[in-house]
Every structure is written in C-alpha cells, then in structure tokens.
C-alpha cells in the first residue's frame, strides 16, 4: 500500500464543530463584546491546534506552500501563523452564526455583486462555484436585499448538515436552502436542473473530492497537483448555465463579497472530454489562489489537501 492510499478522506476524518460550545461562545459574543469571546475562545483554540496532529500538519503545508508561491507574509511562516490560521477559523464560526443570524453589520461587508444582479434581472439563473474559504453564509445578504435571488447551497456531510440546522433555525425565512448530497447523480442533477431553469442558483464547493467517489482531475494548485472535483463542471455543462465564483474572504476589519463569471457556458466535448474538464479545475485552482493571496488565514481544509487521491482521479 503506497503512502497515498493510506490517506483518509477528508469527509473520515471528521469536522470538530460542536454546536453547543458555538451557540455559548456565540452567546458570550453578544453579551460581553467580540474581545470577551476572544478570550473564551483562545483555550479551545490553543487545545484543538494541540492535539489535532492532522489538523495541524495540514495547516503547516498550506501556509508554507502558500509563502512559496506567493509571500503573503513577511517571513516564513510557523508555529504562531498556524495557530493564528485556527484562531481565524474559530472566530469565523462567530461570524457564520452572527451573519445567518441577522446580527453581523452590514456596515462591515463590501459586497461586489453586479454580474449576478444582471443575471437575476435576465431571470437566469446559474451554477455558483466555491470553495471552504472565509465566511461564505454571508451571500445571505444578497438574498435578504435582493427579492428574486434563491440559491440551493450543496452540503456533503452530516457535520456540514447539523452545523447548518442551526443556521437555519436562527434564520428560518432564509432564501438559501440547503441539500445534502453524497454524489452528484442524475436525480438530484434533475432536481436542481428545475431550480436553475426557474431562475434559481445552485453553489457547490470545488475545493473537496467527492464523498461518494465520485471523479476527480489533477490542477496546480500552489504549486503541487491536487485533485479537485469535476461534478461542478459536468453539472453546469447538463445544465447549459453560467459558472460563477463567490468568495467571502477578511478584508479589513470585515469581509468582501465577491461574485465572478467563471465561464459563459461549460463545454466538453466528447472527443476531449478530461482536457477540458482539467482546464476548468485549473480556472478554478487559479481563482482559489487569487483568493488566498489577499486573505491568507482564510482557508479551512484543515486535512491532506494535496494527498487525497481517489482511485478514479485522473493525473
């Protein structure tokens, strides 16, 4: 068994978010202020980066291939980066609380959104790609200020889904549903074929391998191939819809919003077929980049990244 295969999934290895913990410390923020739950939540903090080795190590390679590439800091970074790279993590959790709550200040978000009101007001609608960056439930301010945005988020676990429960609870007039998958089949391909046709918006995560096996392709990705996803190009290509981009990364003391058009249409023609599809993880390998060269903490795979190779990728 090559050193590959013994690398688990990122769906196996687990997310430690424990809702209870995070409605507490989101109470402490809103009874005392953001340094009280700073200081509440540095033990945590400082425990988890601790003892979770995988966690830990992922968060070295990231930042250090990040520096490599692109220098985003001053100096290598080390140990306290890695546990400023947790800490912003554990403060985003507030904020995805406090954003589908209704409470993060609106004052604090640039939202960059003109492609996507275009696209509203044409009454299309189009497939949002991702990735597990930043702050991203704050989109829900263009759907609470814009009427006829309604956006289908894709969730792959049953972490994802509990985490998400309880968004929804404080927030139950949201317009962004939510439906977990395992695998892009036919069915749900059918069911949000329907949305899109409606008008409606459909976001899927491009930085994660499929939970259910699904198919992969090699990109650069920092410079490393890691693999990533096709399920978002193949359903935008049956779909016959725009692909967009949204990121919603640290800019100054809040967050900026940001809606791209990645491509008009998603073609792959049947003759060359894995190139394209290739070429469409590498547009969005290079997006993702670009990203994390402004907001350097706000990337949250905290596993193998570049080890995780499904037997059905293609190099």
């Given at each position: 068994?090559?050193?590959?295969?013994?690398?688990?999934?990122w769906a196996a290895i687990g997310e430690t978010t424990f809702v209870a913990g995070i409605r507490f410390l989101c109470a402490v923020e809103r009874a005392c202020g953001r340094w009280p739950f700073r200081l509440c939540m540095m033990p945590v903090v400082l425990c988890h980066w601790l003892f979770n080795r995988t966690a830990r190590r992922a968060s070295h390679?990231?930042?250090?291939?990040?520096?490599?590439?692109?220098?985003?800091?001053?100096?290598?970074?080390?140990?306290?980066?890695?546990?400023?790279?947790?800490?912003?993590?554990?403060?985003?959790?507030?904020?995805?609380?406090?954003?589908?709550h209704g409470q993060y200040p609106a004052t604090r978000v640039q939202v960059e959104r003109e492609v996507m009101l275009q696209q509203i007001a044409r009454g299309e609608g189009g497939v949002i790609l991702t990735a597990h960056i930043g702050c991203l439930e704050l989109c829900e301010a263009l759907a609470d200020s814009v009427p006829d945005f309604r956006l289908t988020a894709l969730v792959h676990t049953a972490h994802a889904e509990d985490f998400n429960r309880l968004l929804k609870r404080l927030n139950p007039d949201s317009?962004?549903?939510?439906?977990?998958?395992?695998?892009?089949?036919?069915?749900?391909?059918?069911?949000?074929?329907?949305r899109v046709a409606a008008g409606e918006f459909v976001a899927i995560a491009g930085d994660r391998v499929p939970v259910g096996g699904g198919r992969s392709v090699f990109a650069d990705f920092l410079g490393r191939p890691a693999p990533f996803p096709v399920g978002p190009y193949v359903l935008a290509s049956a779909l016959g819809c725009p692909l967009f981009t949204m990121a919603c990364t640290h800019a100054g003391d809040g967050y900026r919003v940001r809606f791209e058009r990645l491509r008009d249409r998603v073609l792959l023609p049947r003759g060359n077929r894995e190139a394209a599809l290739a070429e469409y993880a590498q547009d969005f390998s290079r997006w993702l980049e670009a990203q994390l060269r402004h907001a350097p903490l706000?990337?949250?795979?905290?596993?193998?990244?570049w080890d995780q190779v499904p037997h059905d990728a293609s190099p």
């Open positions: 068994m090559n050193a590959a295969a013994r690398v688990p999934h390679e990231y930042l250090q291939r990040l520096q490599a590439t692109h220098a985003p800091f001053p100096q290598t970074p080390g140990s306290g980066a890695s546990l400023r790279h947790f800490a912003c993590f554990a403060e985003t959790l507030l904020d995805k609380i406090l954003a589908s317009r962004v549903a939510l439906l977990q998958v395992t695998t892009l089949d036919a069915a749900v391909a059918a069911r949000l074929g329907q706000d990337w949250f795979n905290f596993f193998p990244f």
